[in-house]
Every structure is written in C-alpha cells, then in structure tokens.
C-alpha cells in the first residue's frame, strides 16, 4: 500500500503500513522516517526500531523477523534499499528505469514492481533472476508473493489486463508462468496468498464479490459476497494462518471476514463455474437457520433455482460475512492481518490515518467483533490512543473506473534487466553481514540444495553467502 489519499478524512496524515509475511510485526513508514513494532501484545506496542535516517518512505518491507529490510522514498522513488537496521547499514541498492510502486519478499525472493514491469531477485546475492516485461498497466502496483510452500516453490501473482480481472501466475523459483484465472469482469483491486501459497484470494474494482482460488489449478474454491447494493474499494485482503478465515477491509467503515469452512462448501450449491462455495453463519441466526436472507437464499437454491436468472442463483449462493468489525475511521488505505496475539484470534487494522485497530475474534460464533484497543502509530507510539467505537460514517468516494487501455499480453525474459539502471553496494558493509540478516530463517535445508554458489560483493571482497550462511 503506497500513500494514498482517502475518500474522505483528508485532514490526518498519512502513512505507509504494512505487516510482515506472518503478521508478527508492523512496519510504518513516515515523513520522518520508519517504525518497527512488535505484536505480541494487545494493549502496548513494542517498538523494535526507529529510523530517522530516510525521510519521506513510501514503501517499507520487512522480511519475517529478520533484521533485513527494503526501503523506497519519495525522493528517490526508482531506488530500492536494503538495509540491516540493527546495524544501521545499507547494504545494497538498485535503481530502475521507472518508480517503484511495490516491493514483495520472502526467504528466496525479492519483487520490485513497477507499472508494467516485475523485477524478481534472488534474495541472497540481489541477482535479477529474471524479468517480466510489458505487463499491462498496473498504476497500483498491484501484486502478491506467496511467503512459503510445502514444496519449496513461491509464486507471484499480477494483474494480467487493464480491463478485466485477469491473475496471472508466475513460478518464482522455477522461472516460468504457471496459470492464468479469469478471476473478475472487472479489473483487479486487491490479491493475498495464504501462508503456504496454496490458495490466493482477489478482488475486483467493483468490491462485492471476494474470490478465492486454488493456485494449483486455477479452479475457484469459494465466492464470498461483502455487499450487493454498495459497490467498494478494496484495500486488504488476508487470510489466517490455518486458512479457515478470510479478511477483508475497504473504504467503507466495515471490515468483514469469511470462513472459508471446506465441509460446509463441499455441501453449498455450486456457481456459475461448478466450484463450491464459502458458507457463513452469526450467533444471531435462529436454530433452524440463520438469518432471514441466508433462509431464503437457501430455499431458492434448492427448490426454485431452475426458475431464476443464473445470476441471481449466484447471489444467494456466495458465502457472506461470518464476523465484522466496525472502523472509527474509514475510508483510508489499510492493511489487514488475522493472526494470533495473547492465544487468541485478533484483527489487526493498520490505517494510513496512523492508527492501529485492535479486535477479537470470536472463531466460533463471529458476529461482530469485539473492539480492544487503539494505538497511535506517528505521535506516541508507544501507548495506545483514545478509544473509540464509533464509525465517522462511510466515505462518498466513488470506485474508479475500469482501465481505458486495452490489454497487452506480458512477455518475459531472463537474465539482466534493461529497464534496470544500475545496482550498488551500500559503503562500509562487513563480509558477515548477510549471515546476521537471516538469524533465525535462513533454513539451511532448503540453502543446501542450492548447486549454484551465489556471491555478495563487499566494498572489500567477495564472499560467497552460502558459507556465511552455514557458518552463522
């Protein structure tokens, strides 16, 4: 998520936030610099670190609980620097032809994405690995990188159009395109892996209907409906660790989230394309069904189907909303997290009005959740806010439009990059420094069956980082 202005609200700053790949820490960017916090608590946020050495950062990526950290400015918005922030050090940078609009990473990979091109690297020595060209315009720098695989492989997924809800696939560690999902009829808005790159999840710029997709074969696993009459601009898109649940934040004030329960959906009415949907419940449906429009979806479903519209059927087979949380301010780009704090199922809320909203989630009956904390994230960030429950009422913005530019198909190319301008070596570095970067995941298991011997040059020398890495 890049600075971004609201629908609404124009008044608070603006920050860049985002979570790491396992939602253990928050990253803030400011004018000022950037933050580092821990979340390992509900009612104190534990600053790991402070930067006052970049000013205006618009991006900023940490790489799980590492010490290793990509930066991009404003200033300087075609240069990408990775940094160990424990020893204050840049230890490399990259330029590029064009502004860098979003940066992935994960054990193996860094992806730099500009508006029509995808810079993948291997994360060990910076080495582009490979480069996919003339993708089609994507201003956003809408992208997604799967953190991790039972098979060892990651993937990308990309916008494939301008005009429809085309995801396109790319096999990272391969370096081939995997699938192509016509996923939307409109163009894309928002893309999540789960944790094990096994499902991915997307959103289309209309905002009403979420869709979740395998990623071995394409097909679609379930259709979840976050509104009908309301269209939305989605922001954040994420699922839990276990994959049973699915969040999703926009410019309205209501954050809501799915269960994605494979039993119940294996029992749903199939959609257009014969894939199982999500099903949801609350705990104020009555016993013998839940709530007024789920009765009489079902009822149409199974006995009056054949006599409806095939898209009206769909409407009332989607899975709906499981949970909610109602925002204090809305129509602000943030970024979402389902993960575990003090042994229980929160949402975390990091907004770009510099906020962070906690809340509990009650896993087995849903319903509206259970609003816990507030904390400021530019002004004290080490203590929480003013509480507050109530919503400043959702935003007039409308949804921008789909793109006008017809869609081109991307080609890709190995080895050097030309859009690549040039690549330097951050001054001062120590020849162990990459050992450090990697302290607690630098799983050796998947290094050892490396056969190629990658290098890291130092303002010195060259050593090659698999000894630093075993070594360490």
């Not at 991009?72 to 940078?93: A, D, Q, Y």
């Not at 419940?281 to 069904?289: A, E, K, L, Q, R």
């Not at 929160?346 to 259970?370: I, K, M, P, Q």
């Amino acid at each position: 998520m890049a600075f971004s202005e609201g629908d609404g609200c124009s008044s608070s700053p603006k920050v860049f936030v985002t979570f790491n790949q396992d939602f253990t820490s928050l990253a803030v960017g400011t004018s000022k610099g950037y933050r580092l916090f821990a979340l390992n608590s509900v009612d104190r946020l534990e600053k790991i670190h402070q930067s006052t050495e970049f000013e205006d950062v618009a991006i900023i990526e940490r790489l799980f609980s590492s010490s290793l950290v990509a930066v991009v400015t404003l200033p300087s918005s075609r240069k990408l620097k990775v940094c160990h922030f424990k020893k204050g050090t840049e230890i490399t940078n990259f330029s590029y032809a064009n502004s860098i609009l979003s940066v992935r990473l994960n054990r193996s990979r860094v992806v730099v994405c500009l508006e029509e091109s995808l810079y993948i690297h291997n994360i060990l020595d910076m080495k582009v690995l490979h480069t996919i060209r003339d993708t089609p315009a994507n201003p956003k720098g809408i992208c997604a990188l799967s953190s991790g695989s039972e098979k060892g492989v990651t993937y990308l997924a990309y916008p494939g159009s301008t005009s429809i809800g085309e995801i396109q696939i790319f096999d990272t560690e391969n370096i081939c395109a995997k699938i192509m999902i016509p996923a939307h009829n409109s163009p894309l808005a928002a893309l999540a892996f789960n944790a094990n790159g096994s499902l991915l999840a997307s959103a289309s710029e209309r905002g009403t209907v979420i869709r979740v997709f395998s990623v071995n074969d394409g097909s679609r696993v379930y259709e979840l409906r976050r509104g009908i009459k309301r269209c939305a601009t989605i922001f954040s898109l994420a699922f839990n660790a276990e994959s049973t649940l699915l969040a999703c934040a926009s410019n309205f004030e209501t954050v809501h989230i799915f269960k994605l329960d494979e039993n119940s959906a294996s029992g749903a009415s199939s959609g257009s394309t014969g894939a199982p949907q999500a099903t949801a419940s609350s705990p104020s449906d009555s016993v013998t069904g839940g709530s007024f429009l789920d009765y009489v979806g079902k009822a149409i479903i199974s006995g009056s189907s054949s006599l409806l519209p095939a898209a009206m059927s769909d409407v009332f087979a989607q899975g709906r909303s499981f949970a909610t949380a109602k925002l204090s301010l809305c129509g602000f780009p943030c970024s979402t997290a389902l993960t575990t704090v003090e042994r229980q199922c929160r949402l975390l809320v990091a907004s770009s009005a510099g906020y962070l909203y906690v809340y509990n989630v009650n896993t087995e009956l849903g319903g509206e959740c259970t609003f816990l904390r507030q904390h400021n994230l530019i002004d004290d960030p080490l203590h929480s806010g003013g509480l507050s429950t109530g919503c400043m009422g959702p935003s007039s913005g409308g949804v921008s439009g789909a793109g006008g530019a017809s869609p081109t198909p991307a080609t890709a190319t190995g080895g050097g990059a030309t859009g690549l301008v040039s690549a330097g070596v951050g001054g001062g570095t120590s020849g162990g420094l990459l050992a450090n970067l990697f302290e607690r995941y630098s799983n050796r298991t998947d290094i050892g069956n490396t056969s190629c011997e990658a290098h890291y040059t130092t303002s010195k020398n060259t050593v090659p980082i698999l000894a630093l890495l075993k070594a360490h």
